[in-house]
């Protein structure tokens, strides 16, 4: 079945900090995927997403590469900043059915 | 306003109580899901629905049901509440497959806890 693996948490950094979550997944067919953001008190929403190998999703200075020889999809920031603090969730989904997601990632950015 | 809105936010209920959670969206899609959020295990699907006449049992839809009273609206119900069914739940919607993302947007949450 298709499943999502992400790094445990929490993840404790100084502001402007480089952060790295890892994300590796398992699926059957050729998945499009995505980073989802919770911040608290809220819903997820999109943080940015990739549909095909090599390609790289970014928004508010994350990025990350879909890279299908290593089924990873890990997602960075060369900078962090206190408001980045929230819940990170790594997801697949199959032609926009089967959403499957990880456990979610807790970021603590401290000033 | 909210594109999806969840209510109520928050609800603490006693065991065996039947609880709704309603949820409605102004995005025009299609498709509506309910996912529960428990510390650790991520989201799991509930239940989805793909349009009004179409419902699916998700991972773990034991406990529970749903209706789709109209496109924009989208129930779920527990019949007897139990503890273990303390969690965060979200609604979601999508569009009906029109890009190959099927990006979900949700509704901000309605934490239920059963004593």
Redesign the interface.
């Known amino acids: 079945g298709n499943s ?1 693996t992400q790094m445990e948490g929490p993840v404790t950094l100084s502001e402007e900090a480089f952060l790295t979550i890892n994300c590796t997944y398992t699926a059957t067919g050729y998945p ?1 995927l ?1 980073w ?1 953001v919770q911040y608290p ?6 943080l940015l ?1 990739a ?1 095909k190998a090599d390609d790289k999703g970014s928004n508010k200075g994350f990025e990350a590469t879909y890279r299908k020889e290593t089924t990873s999809f890990h997602l960075e920031k060369g900078s962090v900043q206190v408001s980045d603090s929230a819940v990170y ?1 790594c997801a697949l ?1 199959i ?3 089967n ?1 499957v ?4 990632t807790r970021l603590s950015v401290l000033p | 306003d909210a594109d999806v809105t969840q209510t109520p936010r928050n609800r603490i209920t006693k065991t065996g109580k039947r609880i709704m959670l309603e949820c409605s969206q102004t995005k025009g899609h299609d498709r509506m899901y309910w996912y529960r959020q428990d510390p650790g295990l991520g989201l799991r699907l509930i239940y989805y629905s793909f349009d009004v006449k179409d419902i699916n049992k998700g991972e773990i839809s034991d406990g529970y049901s749903v209706s789709r009273q109209a496109q924009a609206k989208f129930s779920l119900s527990l019949e007897s509440a139990i503890p273990n069914q303390t969690a965060l739940y979200f609604c979601a919607t999508s569009d009906l497959g029109r890009t190959d993302t099927g990006e979900l947007f949700f509704g901000e949450g309605s934490r239920l806890t059963v004593l």
């Open positions: 999502v499009s995505f989802y008190g809220e819903g997820l929403q999109l997403k549909t969730f989904s032609y926009g059915q959403f997601f990880g456990p979610g």
